[in-house]
């Protein structure tokens, strides 16, 4: 049986920044243009942080029954380990999703009804990323969807729910966001290239190959701090994003450098970080603008 702590680990904690990031940037985005409410923000941060923990235990579960976790580096596996039975990480993750949908219906009843589509989608879209007959995140459709999903959908989302509307500079902050966030999965799939492709899991870097995927994570990380840019018609403060390059640099580095397998999890965690960083900084410029 699982303890606490490998329960925590398991939900895999150094991802909470692609949840908490999204609605940070996208309070700020909101509150350039109006009076934010911020009981529908906290449950936004509800929703975004229920999602992504409960994706972190799908694929727990998906993953380790399929034996794609039989050996792989990085975070606790709790069913590839062994520390917890699939139908006790498969009951967390619906527990989660659960929290998600109950707090996101909450929005949806007091914004607009056709934010349940969309939440449907996201839950759908966080179940079958490893779960199902044909997984997408098996065929390399995974940094896409965490694109979409933790970048347009959570930005923009968060935008719409706390003001009511959505503009260009929304977009510009969920793109960069996004970017950011699907950084993170690419490190991890570089991470994953050799035993991923020996288990049959065709993730995006295993198709790209190890060279692509470092030009990939490259690109991606610079994404946001053309953003920083494109904001600075709006408000020069949005030049505040650039205290996050420090940490884009340092996660860049194993990356560059052509580190391998554990070398490569400091650049997860960075990612993050600086993901964190640029949204906080951006959010409050624009806020403040």
Do not use: H
């Amino acid at each position: 049986m699982a303890t606490v702590n490998e329960w925590i680990q398991g939900a895999r904690p150094r991802t909470l920044p692609n949840a908490i990031a999204p609605v940070v940037a996208g309070v700020g985005a909101a509150a350039r243009i109006g009076d934010v409410v911020w009981w529908k923000a906290g449950l936004a941060l509800v929703v975004s942080l229920a999602l992504i923990i409960g994706v972190n235990f799908a694929n727990d579960y998906s993953d380790g029954i399929r034996g794609t976790d039989d050996d792989r580096v990085g975070p606790m596996r709790l069913v590839g380990s062994k520390a917890a039975s699939p139908s006790a990480v498969k009951a967390a993750a619906f527990t989660c999703f659960g929290i998600g949908a109950v707090c996101g219906l909450v929005l949806a009843a007091t914004t607009a009804w056709w934010l349940i589509a969309i939440g449907v989608v996201c839950i759908a879209g966080a179940w079958f990323y490893t779960g199902g007959k044909k997984p997408y995140g098996y065929l390399g459709f995974g940094e896409i969807a965490v694109f979409v999903f933790f970048g347009l959908v959570a930005v923009l989302g968060t935008q719409f729910v706390t003001i009511g509307r959505i503009d260009w500079v929304g977009g510009v902050a969920a793109v960069a966001v996004g970017s950011f966030s699907s950084a993170v999965l690419v490190a991890n799939n570089l991470r994953d290239i050799p035993t991923d492709t020996e288990s049959g899991k065709v993730t995006l870097a295993v198709r790209l190959g190890d060279r692509g995927t470092r030009g990939l994570f490259v690109f991606l990380i610079a994404v946001p701090f053309i953003a920083t840019i494109v904001l600075l018609p709006v408000t020069t403060a949005a030049l505040a994003g650039l205290i996050a390059a420090p940490l884009a640099a340092v996660a860049l580095r194993p990356v560059a450098s052509g580190a391998k397998g554990r070398d490569l999890i400091p650049s997860l965690a960075t990612t993050g970080l600086a993901m964190l960083a640029w949204s906080v900084a951006t959010g409050l410029a624009l806020a403040f603008s």
